[in-house]
Nanobody, 124 residues
Framework: QVQLVESGGGLVQAGDSLRLSCAAS????????VGWFRQTPGKEREFVAGITWSGGRTYYAESVKGRFTISRDNAKNTVYLQMNSLKPEDTAVYYC?????????????????WGQGTQVTVSS
């Protein structure tokens, strides 16, 4: 069993940065792949970034490549999403998700555990 809690969201201006954190409970979290997704009202959950259990591989949506960086600290049971050069279109609720075998990291249906989400709002 894994429980996930996101934090770090907020209201920022275009061009600013934010770092989201996903803190996990559970001794085996270091064996889980993790993804960050985002969602706006009326739209399907959208893949943002993913990272393998070791941190050895990362994956990004084209819309955030070069601006966002996913990383993890397994000693702290935490995964981070560093978001730079934020744009108004990045506004969404951001969720982290975890699964031992995500397979296709960009498919939200592959994840078993989800956090409650954190709101990110980017003003122009």
């Amino acid at each position: 069993q894994v429980q996930l809690v996101e934090s770090g969201g907020g209201l920022v201006q275009a061009g600013d940065s934010l770092r989201l954190s996903c803190a996990a409970s559970g001794r085996t979290f270091s064996t889980y792949g993790v993804g960050w997704f985002r969602q706006t009202p009326g739209k399907e959950r959208e893949f943002v970034a993913g990272i393998t259990w070791s941190g050895g591989r990362t994956y990004y949506a084209e819309s955030v490549k070069g601006r966002f960086t996913i990383s993890r600290d397994n000693a702290k049971n935490t995964v981070y999403l560093q978001m730079n050069s934020l744009k108004p279109e990045d506004t969404a609720v951001y969720y982290c998700a975890a699964d031992q075998f995500p397979g296709n990291y960009n498919n939200y249906r592959m994840y078993h555990y989800w956090g409650q989400g954190t709101q990110v709002t980017v003003s122009s």
